[in-house]
């Protein structure tokens, strides 16, 4: 059955409040008073039916990040000219997220771990990430022909940039002061350094 507008309205107040409280105290705290409270409302009632309980709320927070995250990159880097600028653009894009949506990150730093290794949004989470991978690998072995990227080993170059990524998101959480917009420049020019074909 489609929700209502109010319906769903209510339901995107309540996943944004859960991303404001799991971001700000993390993902224990995270109970439904507290998200309550942060969305105005006057009882947990409101939360449990639009939500079966905790998980159901947290798949959609999960599912929110990855809406808003995708939404944000997708544009920049479809319309970026060659493999290069499309290299650039996926790294600093995704860097920028950090303060372009900085809670909704937060969140998910907060939420995927405390979902189960056999969760089916986490495991879609991961699922997600791996068909980007394999995307980026065939796109990768084009470039390769093409003469714009250097021969090397796809799989272990992409799985660099993600712990590049992956690590630079981590400085983030624990440094308040750490130049974002430096850290996605100086990592887009070491990969592409790392990637593109000598003159």
Known sequence: MSRTFTESGRRAQIVQAAIEVAAELGYAKASFSRIAKQAGLSSTGMISYHFAGKDDLM???????TRVTTEYMLP??????GARDRLRTFIESNIELLSV????????????????????TR???NASVQLVIDSQEQAVHAAQQSGEFRE?????????LRGAIDAVVLRWVGDP??????????????????TRAEP
């Open 59 to 65: 798949h959609e927070v999960v599912a929110e990040v």
């Open 76 to 81: 920049r880097v479809s319309v970026a000219v």
């Open 101 to 120: 949506c900085p809670q909704h990150l937060k969140a998910l730093i907060e939420v995927l771990p405390n979902l189960g290794g056999d969760d089916p």
């Open 123 to 125: 495991a879609g989470y």
């Open 152 to 160: 090397f080993d796809a799989r272990v170059m992409l799985t660099a």
């Open 177 to 194: 002061d750490f130049d974002v917009a430096r850290a996605g420049r100086e990592l887009a020019d070491l990969f592409d350094r790392a």
